[in-house]
């Protein structure tokens, strides 16, 4: 389970961005996180990937409190979680191959390991022959695409995805969210930003609604049900 309690979030001596936020996530939960621009989305997805430490409140990750968890174990935590960032954060040296196989690698899986988990996956993506491409030859949707396939790859305990359906066609974007459903009922903890409504409709899972950085959840209740 991850928890936030009265979570406050501000940069330097500048406003807070997140006020008193507070919900649950319960292990295998799905959860879209929706608000207009400017209302704190992203600042909630740092902090749920472990990018920042909130300036208040707590966070409690996989039974541990990041207030009291030495920086040390930081690296471990986040192997748990897989993210899709909008801007891909793709490494431009690696083919789309080596970019996706990189979190199997950094877990120790052998090279057969690699190659049947990575090519199973490109090929439900529709990347199967743009495997050997660098991200410099890749369209926009290609280059989410391989994102989105080095996220799920290691079937993380998390996945947090910003906006990940938002450079494909409607068709892909409905496979890329069935991809987030079918790992989501093994067990994966999943939540997808989005501006998307026909998505967040069509799937029909809890909302953590975002507004001027208060967090509105239906009914007053906690999420994570």
Not at 12 to 32: C, N, P, R, T, Y
Not at 198 to 212: M, R, Y
Request: glycine fraction near 8%; charge should be neutral; avoid cysteine.
């Amino acid at each position: 389970m991850i928890t936030f309690e009265n979570v406050g979030m501000r940069y330097g001596m500048g406003a807070e961005i997140l006020q008193d936020v507070s919900f649950s996530l319960e292990k295998g939960s799905f959860h879209f996180l929706v608000g207009p621009s400017g209302a704190g989305k992203t600042t909630l997805l740092k902090l749920l990937y472990l990018a920042h430490r909130p300036s208040r409140g707590l966070v409690n990750f996989f039974g541990k409190d990041l207030a009291t968890v030495d920086r040390t174990e930081l690296p471990r935590l986040r192997r748990r979680i897989g993210i899709v960032f909008q801007d891909f954060r793709l490494f431009d040296h690696l083919t789309t191959f080596e970019n996706v196989a990189l979190p199997l690698r950094i877990k120790g899986a052998t090279k057969n390991q690699v190659a049947d988990h990575v090519e199973e996956l490109l090929s439900w993506v529709g990347l199967e022959d743009r495997m050997h491409a660098k991200p410099a030859t890749l369209s926009g949707g290609e280059k989410q695409r391989v994102a989105i396939a080095r996220a799920v790859i290691n079937k993380p305990d998390l996945l947090v995805a910003d906006e990940p359906t938002g450079n494909v066609d409607p068709e892909m974007s409905e496979r890329l969210m069935h991809l987030f459903v079918e790992l989501n009922k093994i067990g994966t903890t999943t939540v997808v930003a989005t501006h998307d409504n026909t998505l967040v409709e069509a799937i029909g899972a809890p909302i953590l609604s975002l507004d001027k950085g208060q967090l509105k959840l239906p009914n007053n209740d906690k999420a994570g049900h």
